[in-house]
């Protein structure tokens, strides 16, 4: 069996340019930057085989996957599952001041050895959203198509791909990731 999965997260938004973290309680749409970055992203997938894309429900992901798949003319199913995780409290604060108020927590949070069981205070923690997004890609794997997009998040791709030896880092809008299984053997490629 070979499976390919190009997952993708979402273009920017006003809250990204701020600094601020979203989480999958707010629910901002791209910026202008953001939609020129999803036409981008589409262009460079055009010739990659993509059958499906699979999108979170948020609209920063719909969007990005919708401009993708209208440029590939393929179709578009959502999966509330790859969703942003759930940052609690410190949704919709700025970076700078939730380094200052969680001093603990922030410090591990892109840490690669750094503990899964954390999250931020009503929040998911990192291994919370890894097992969530591994349980999709588990379903995925059962599904017909064999090249297949995924339109998420920063968060919930960088725990995912750490199960996949991706050293966890902050992740600019539109990042690129392949993922493919074939005979057994998973391997992963960053664009």
Not at 12 to 19: A, M, P, Q
Not at 24 to 49: R, S, V, W
Not at 99 to 128: N, S, V
Not at 138 to 160: C, F, W
């Amino acid at each position: 069996m070979q499976k390919v999965f190009y997952i993708f997260r979402h273009g920017e938004t006003e809250y990204n340019k701020e600094r601020r973290w979203q989480g999958c309680g707010i629910d901002m749409p791209l910026d202008m930057t953001g939609e020129a970055q999803a036409h981008e992203l589409a262009n460079f997938l055009q010739d990659k085989g993509l059958e499906i894309v699979y999108s979170s429900p948020l609209k920063r992901a719909l969007q990005t996957a919708e401009v993708v798949v209208e440029k590939l003319n393929i179709p578009l199913k959502i999966i509330p599952d790859l969703r942003e995780g759930c940052f609690g409290e410190v949704e919709g604060m700025l970076k700078t001041d939730i380094a200052r108020a969680y001093p603990e927590i922030f410090a591990t949070w892109y840490e690669e050895d750094g503990p899964m069981d954390i999250g931020f205070p009503g929040g998911e923690t990192k291994r919370q959203m890894q097992e969530r997004m591994l349980k999709v890609l588990d379903e995925l794997m059962k599904t017909k198509e064999t090249v297949i997009g995924i339109a998420s998040h920063g968060s919930s791709i960088r725990y995912l791909l750490m199960k996949f030896g991706h050293k966890p880092s902050a992740m600019k809008n539109t990042a690129l990731f392949k993922l493919s299984f074939k005979d057994g053997v998973w391997e992963l490629k960053e664009y």
